[in-house]
């Protein structure tokens, strides 16, 4: 956003020079990025006119002119085309620097000499034109500085504008903030118009039939407008704000924006095609050639202004080519209206363009400065262009957006500002920035409608403190509150999971949160996903609503590096889009996997991981956070083999999936080994979790224990029958645990060897053999009786 300085200077009477303007405005929050000055080619340019114009012989692209300075005459060669005798136009004199810090000397060219040049407009900074030399009104006096003449000598300020800022976007906007910092008030330019009766409202008729994406659409319409070139002070505001002039309609519209930040658009009303408007969506498919002469094809995120039959502009962005303004349009249908900040933005997305308006558009415009912004433009096209307003205007705003009534508590404001500012500051602060402000204990804040920004207490604090200024709050002497933000509970359980898992032997990867939509699907049929709508690539096609996917991609890519050993996990998240009567979903989960070998050590050798390897992991972090007794509920999920899948309870609810990935899962990552996978709900785990329980003293009796070599049949469910050998067991089994599973060739076929270790010990006596053989017995005729078993004791 640029800004010229002396017009700032207009709109708020305010006499501080450019930088210190700048400094103000940044410490408020509008951040300055620089400050230019308009004037640094203009020091010894000067008003001359051109009294003679000679060819040189042999030159057929450059002439001999003689222009008057006022003390004196100089001869010029001029290589310009336009050049004609009568003109007023800027001449550098010898000793001036040109654009491109050119010194202008005196020279000889093809054997004439040359004092000086006359200037295009881009050779003195003014704009980049280099059609032709500058030609000034012929009012200019002869010999005056350029600078002066045009009262240039100006400054251009450029911002850095953050989004939430769309008033900003204007000259008023901007000014509002510098005269709250001044205590002055914003000198709104007075408009005064002369209305025909012949009423707009027979002329045109204007229909929404989309008010999400245009709650408000205002028309005018002028009649006998002359089209031609713009007066000098409009011209140089535009040049200033990096706009080029274009013609006094289009000039007009441009400077209403750049003056109020509400976008106009003016079209030819004998090209419209009709005396209907209406704002619809684009058909999906529909074709349209906008202004820069492309046609383009258009998707029902497009809002478009139609005549009724066809479309002339698309909504908030850009004209259309049929019914732009010409030298030969005399009747002007003038648009003003609010268009949906998320609307334009998908629109502007869609065709692949920023405009001045649609950049406006997409921050929030006023919608209840449109009558005075349309009013203003139609007071222009009256004087300027000699139009005829006709009279009133047409308005299509069904319900109107309201400001909104914010509390705003000055004991609550000094809190937080760590200052003792009277409620009556606090109250001219906010008036100085147009917010109507009622109350004494508390003040009753109406927000208008330019700051859509402002919606908590906390937001009318922030701007109390910009405009009292950050550097008036003293320096606290002493802290109130915490030295440090207080953790995230959720934060402080996963970082001790990541400690628990790197201590024993896991990895910790991340994954970037997207997945293969048809893997996904794959692994987990029917599981609703969040689709990109414009995917980098088609393996990166959806929000991933599961973790595995990642852990298997790195997994893969470490294989492929030869590191076969893995045992990785990840703390992330799963998305899911609405569905079964909830809402957008991110749920945090924990994945494990596990490959390749076990580590070795001097104990034990290097062994392929199986099953127990990865239930070992998950029994770790349930003893850690005490979480109930889980239940493996075998199950069937697509992705794991299915007589190595399990449901995780605990306490009757689901905490998650374990088992084994399918060999056909595992080949498809090229990964030929077998691969142990699960994946934690944390939210249940964290809600599971319980705190650490009450000391319990060493035991001072002896354990006995006793070992089983169970051969039972494959189908058996082993967590079945240690279920039932606790329960004949009773309270004297300290623990029981597997220490063992085959199935081999000393085994008959389809049956399996489970080896049981039961370590019996009482709290309170030492256990005779006679009650822990009896024990023993009743457990191998249990085992005998319900589940067919071949018991070996050991």
Same mark, same amino acid.
């Given at each position: ?19 210190? +303007? ?6 408020? @929050? ?116 350029? =600078? ?10 450029? &911002? ?21 910092? @001044? ?27 989309? #008010? ?85 094809? #258009?998707?029902?995120? /497009? ?28 009747? #002007? ?9 998320? /609307?334009?933005?998908?629109? $502007? ?10 950049? $406006? ?19 222009? &096209? ?44 606090? =109250? ?6 147009? &917010? ?23 937001? #009318?604090?922030?701007?109390?403190? !910009? ?31 990541? !400690? ?21 699907? +794959? +692994? ?57 009567? !909830? ?75 374990? @088992? ?7 080949? =498809? ?126």
């Amino acid at each position: 956003m640029r800004i010229s300085y002396l017009w700032l200077k207009e709109l708020t009477g305010l006499e501080w020079s450019a930088e210190e +303007m700048a400094e103000r405005l940044t410490l408020c @929050g509008i951040a300055n990025e620089e400050v230019t000055s308009t004037a640094k080619y203009l020091d010894k340019v000067v008003v001359g006119e051109v009294l003679e114009v000679h060819p040189v012989e042999g030159a057929s692209r450059i002439r001999r002119t003689i222009v008057d300075v006022g003390r004196e005459k100089l001869q010029v060669i001029c290589g310009a085309p336009n050049v004609a005798v009568g003109q007023k136009v800027p001449v550098a004199q010898v000793g001036a620097k040109v654009a491109g810090e050119v010194e202008i000397k005196a020279a000889k060219i093809r054997g004439v000499d040359s004092a000086g040049m006359i200037c295009a407009e881009d050779e003195l900074g003014i704009s980049s034109d280099h059609a032709g030399i500058m030609v000034l009104d012929p009012s200019a006096p002869v010999g005056a500085a350029l =600078k002066d003449h045009l009262e240039y000598d100006d400054y251009i300020l450029g &911002f850095e504008l953050t989004p939430n800022r769309g008033d900003a976007w204007s000259a008023i906007g901007i000014a509002r903030d510098l005269a709250a910092l @001044g205590g002055v008030t914003v000198k709104r330019p007075e408009i005064k118009l002369r209305e025909s009766l012949e009423k707009t409202s027979i002329v045109i008729k204007v229909t929404s039939d989309d #008010l999400i994406g245009c709650p408000r659409y205002a028309g005018r319409v002028i009649r006998n407008i002359k089209v031609g070139p713009s007066p000098w002070w409009i011209k140089k505001k535009l040049l200033t704000a990096g706009i080029r002039p274009i013609s006094n309609v289009v000039d007009i519209t441009n400077l209403v924006m750049l003056e109020c930040g509400n976008p106009l658009h003016a079209f030819d009303l004998e090209q419209f095609g009709s005396n209907e408007v209406v704002v619809r969506r684009a058909i999906q498919g529909e074709k349209f050639t906008t202004l820069d002469g492309l046609e383009r094809t #258009l998707t029902s995120q /497009v809002l478009m202004i139609t005549n009724g039959k066809h479309g002339v502009a698309v909504a908030g962005i850009m004209g259309g080519l049929h019914s732009e303004v010409t030298e030969k349009t005399t009747t #002007l249908l003038l648009e003003a209206a609010y268009f949906s900040p998320i /609307v334009i933005r998908r629109g $502007r997305k869609e065709l692949g363009m920023v405009t001045e308006s649609s950049a $406006r558009f997409e921050r929030g415009v006023d919608p209840n400065n449109i009558q005075y912004a349309i009013d203003r433009a139609a007071a222009l &096209f009256q004087d300027i262009c000699g139009g005829e307003v006709l009279g009133g205007t047409v308005d299509c705003y069904p319900q109107k957006i309201e400001s909104k009534q914010i509390a705003l508590r000055p004991d609550r404001c000094r809190a937080i500002m760590g200052t003792d500012l009277p409620a009556a500051r606090m =109250k001219a602060i906010l008036e100085g920035l147009e &917010f109507q402000v009622t109350g004494e204990a508390t003040l009753a804040v109406t927000v208008p409608t330019f700051r859509s920004d402002i919606s908590t207490e906390i937001d #009318l604090i922030e701007e109390v403190a !910009r405009i009292h200024g950050w550097g008036n709050i003293a320096d606290a002497v002493e802290n109130v509150g915490p030295l440090y933000s207080p953790a995230n509970a959720e934060d402080i359980y996963e970082n001790e999971l990541r !400690r628990i898992l790197n201590g024993i032997g896991f990895d910790e990867v991340l994954g970037h949160g997207l997945a293969d939509g048809r893997l996904a699907e +794959m +692994m987990n049929p029917g599981l609703p996903q969040v689709k990109i709508s414009n995917p980098v690539s088609d393996d990166l096609s959806i929000m991933r609503n599961s973790l595995l996917p990642s852990a298997l991609g790195i997994a893969s890519h470490n294989v492929s590096h030869r590191i076969t050993d893995l045992r990785l996990f990840e703390l992330g998240r799963a998305y899911f889009p609405p569905c079964s009567g !909830r809402d957008w979903t991110e749920e945090e989960r924990l994945s494990l996997l596990v490959t390749g070998n076990s580590p070795a050590n001097w104990r034990d050798k290097a062994r392929p991981v199986d099953f127990y390897d990865l239930k070992a992991a998950v029994e770790t972090l349930a003893l850690h956070y005490h979480l109930p007794t889980f239940e493996y509920v075998p199950t069937s999920v697509a992705y794991l083999e299915r007589e190595i899948s399990f449901t995780i309870h605990a306490d009757g609810q689901p905490l998650g999936i374990v @088992g084994k990935l399918t060999d056909q899962l595992a080949k =498809k990552f090229d990964i030929r080994q077998d691969v142990y996978a699960a994946e934690l709900y944390l939210p249940v785990m964290m809600r599971l979790s319980r705190a650490l329980g009450k000391f319990s003293p060493l035991p001072i009796y002896p354990a006995a224990p006793r070992d089983l070599a169970i051969v039972i049949d494959q189908s058996i469910k082993v967590g079945e029958m240690l279920d039932r050998i606790k329960n004949v067991a009773g309270p004297l089994a300290e623990s029981i645990t597997v220490f063992d599973v085959y199935a081999g060739k000393q085994i008959e076929q389809g049956k399996k060897s489970i080896g049981v270790a039961i370590v019996y010990r009482s709290p309170e006596r030492s256990l005779s053999s006679d009650e822990i053989d009896a024990a023993q017995q009743a457990i191998m005729k249990t085992l005998r009786d319900e589940f067919r078993a071949d018991i070996r004791e050991k």
